[in-house]
């Protein structure tokens, strides 16, 4: 077995059989699909079982990272590829990674194109893509500061068990803690030149969150990352943890001055400063910026104009 699809579920009923579809024309005798549900109360389990070739498993479960690490460890596949049950794989996704796989033997991940797309009342249109081969290599500041693109990326079994694949300390941020752990170890990472990987953006998503329920605890979770990588910081890579943390602070200093609450506002400004004296200048930076842009939206904010439809 070369490459087994690990897909955590939970109540992906609306979603799933697309997402079963994009695999299915893709199958060859080298994969396995493993569907690892975590006792789902919708349709989620009767569609699963419309697919013969699919490897069920419905147990509870501590979240979508644990469904996933619980799927690495049943897998027999050398490569891992995660795929969520409201996305999709673009077709030619598994031939593109079967000829890097030749043309690489001593890859540990292969990283391919992604984008997310939103659905318009007769299209999908394109939220955001990354194709450029710098932006998706495995960096601190990539995974840092950009888009972690864990499902565009096809990981090695083996290093993903010897990592000790996804901390559950996180519930929705735990990919980007173990991309950066990836990072830091200096894992051999080749970029392919294959769109791999297709985003659904929208009100329920766990992974494209801007604008929806969970962009707070997420900001929260990816906080608490930075804060922890700051800490084993090296000399080398110090500068992009500082700024992250930079970034995330200003964000929160957005969101309360968006909402008007001034004591997190104060609170975003002490967390700011003190770790870096000049914070404050590029959170005025940022109110600069934004500013054209509130205005040209008729005072309404850019993640409650990404929560329409």
């Known amino acids: 077995m070369l490459i087994s699809i690990i897909t955590p579920t939970f109540n992906a009923g609306t979603t799933l059989r697309e997402t079963l579809e994009s695999v299915c024309s893709q199958y060859g005798g080298d994969t396995e699909h493993l569907l690892m549900d975590a006792c789902s109360t919708d ?7 419309d697919y013969t070739t699919l490897i069920l498993k419905s147990e509870p479960d501590r979240g979508i990272y644990d469904g996933m690490n619980k799927g690495a ?10 795929l969520q049950g409201d996305d999709w794989l673009p ?4 031939e593109s990674y079967r000829r890097a796989i030749a043309n690489h033997p001593d890859a540990e991940i292969l990283c391919g ?3 997310a797309v939103k659905q318009s009342v007769d299209a999908w249109n394109a939220v955001w893509s990354v194709r450029d081969r710098n932006s998706k290599k495995l960096t601190e500041q990539n995974i840092a500061l950009g888009e972690p693109m864990i499902n565009a990326r096809l990981i090695r079994r083996d290093l993903f068990l010897k990592l000790g694949g996804f901390s559950l300390n996180y519930s929705l941020a735990s990919d980007r803690d173990f991309l ?15 769109m791999t990987y297709r985003y659904r953006w929208h009100s329920g998503s766990s992974t494209m969150t801007e604008g929806n329920r969970l962009t ?9 990352i930075a804060k922890d990588h700051l800490k084993q910081a090296t000399a080398n890579n110090k500068s992009v943890f500082v700024k992250w943390h930079d970034r995330l602070i200003v964000q929160a200093g957005m969101n309360a001055l968006e909402n008007f609450r001034a004591g997190l506002l104060l609170e975003a400004m002490k967390s700011g400063i003190s770790q870096n004296p000049l914070w404050i200048f ?5 109110i600069a910026r934004s500013l054209p842009g509130f205005i ?3 005072g309404k904010t850019r993640s409650g104009m990404l929560n329409k439809n």
């Open 282 to 286: 590029y959170f005025l930076a940022e």
């Open 113 to 115: 194109d992604c984008e």
């Open 73 to 82: 460890f049943l897998s027999r596949g050398k490569w891992l590829l995660f």
């Open 43 to 49: 349709r989620t389990l009767e569609i699963a079982n």
């Open 91 to 94: 077709v030619g996704t598994l």
């Open 296 to 298: 040209s939206r008729g």
């Open 180 to 194: 950066l752990r990836c990072a830091e170890m200096q894992v051999r990472q080749e970029e392919i030149p294959a």
């Open 216 to 224: 707070e605890k997420l900001f929260q979770e990816n906080l608490q």
